[in-house]
């Protein structure tokens, strides 16, 4: 649950996907087995500490769409609206934030691609956290932030508060 005159983001890279077949378009292509598995140990990850959006933000390539739709496999509490945005897919910084301050939930989920994504997980927080994957936001990195703000429309670089950063093994 977000505090009153808070808002949550979780920011999430795509699972791991697969390049099996070299012809296939990028924008197609879809997990692989270690990216499905590390995408419900996520859905799970989130639902243990609370973190649960109420309001999705996905690319429309297929590997961030099945990220979504195994994290969603998860025991999550809340059923959030999804919308997928094409602005997201390989999108930069600036269109992430742009895309981000029109949401309307309390607790927001983007799910994009690298490196727009670590790049926008490097500005938005006043201070980075410490985990060793954090700069290269490896797939299904997820990083959880807080911000003292009333709307979206007020989110800017460098005021967020990191509450968690996530890296899912994806193992057996």
Not at 48 to 76: F, H, K
Not at 108 to 122: D, E, K, L, Q, R
């Amino acid at each position: 649950m977000t505090p009153a005159g808070h808002r949550r983001l979780i920011l999430t890279r795509h699972a791991k996907s697969a390049w099996d077949d070299p012809a296939m378009a990028d924008h197609d292509r879809p997990l692989n087995s270690r990216g499905r598995r590390a995408a419900l140990e996520l859905g799970e990850w989130l639902h243990s500490r609370g973190y649960e959006p109420d309001e999705v933000l996905c690319s429309t390539a297929e590997r961030t769409r099945e990220t979504w739709a195994r994290v969603a496999a998860a025991p999550l509490e809340v059923t959030p609206g999804v919308a997928y945005v094409e602005a997201l897919y390989h999108a930069s910084p600036d269109v992430m934030l742009a895309v981000l301050q029109r949401a309307t939930g309390d607790c927001v989920m983007m799910i994009g691609h690298n490196p727009g994504i670590s790049a926008f997980a490097a500005m938005l927080p006043a201070r980075a956290p410490a985990h060793p994957d954090f700069r290269r936001y490896p797939t299904a990195a997820t990083l959880v932030i807080d911000f003292q703000i009333a709307a979206w429309s007020e989110a800017k670089a460098g005021t967020g508060s990191v509450l968690d950063f996530f890296v899912p093994d994806g193992r057996d």
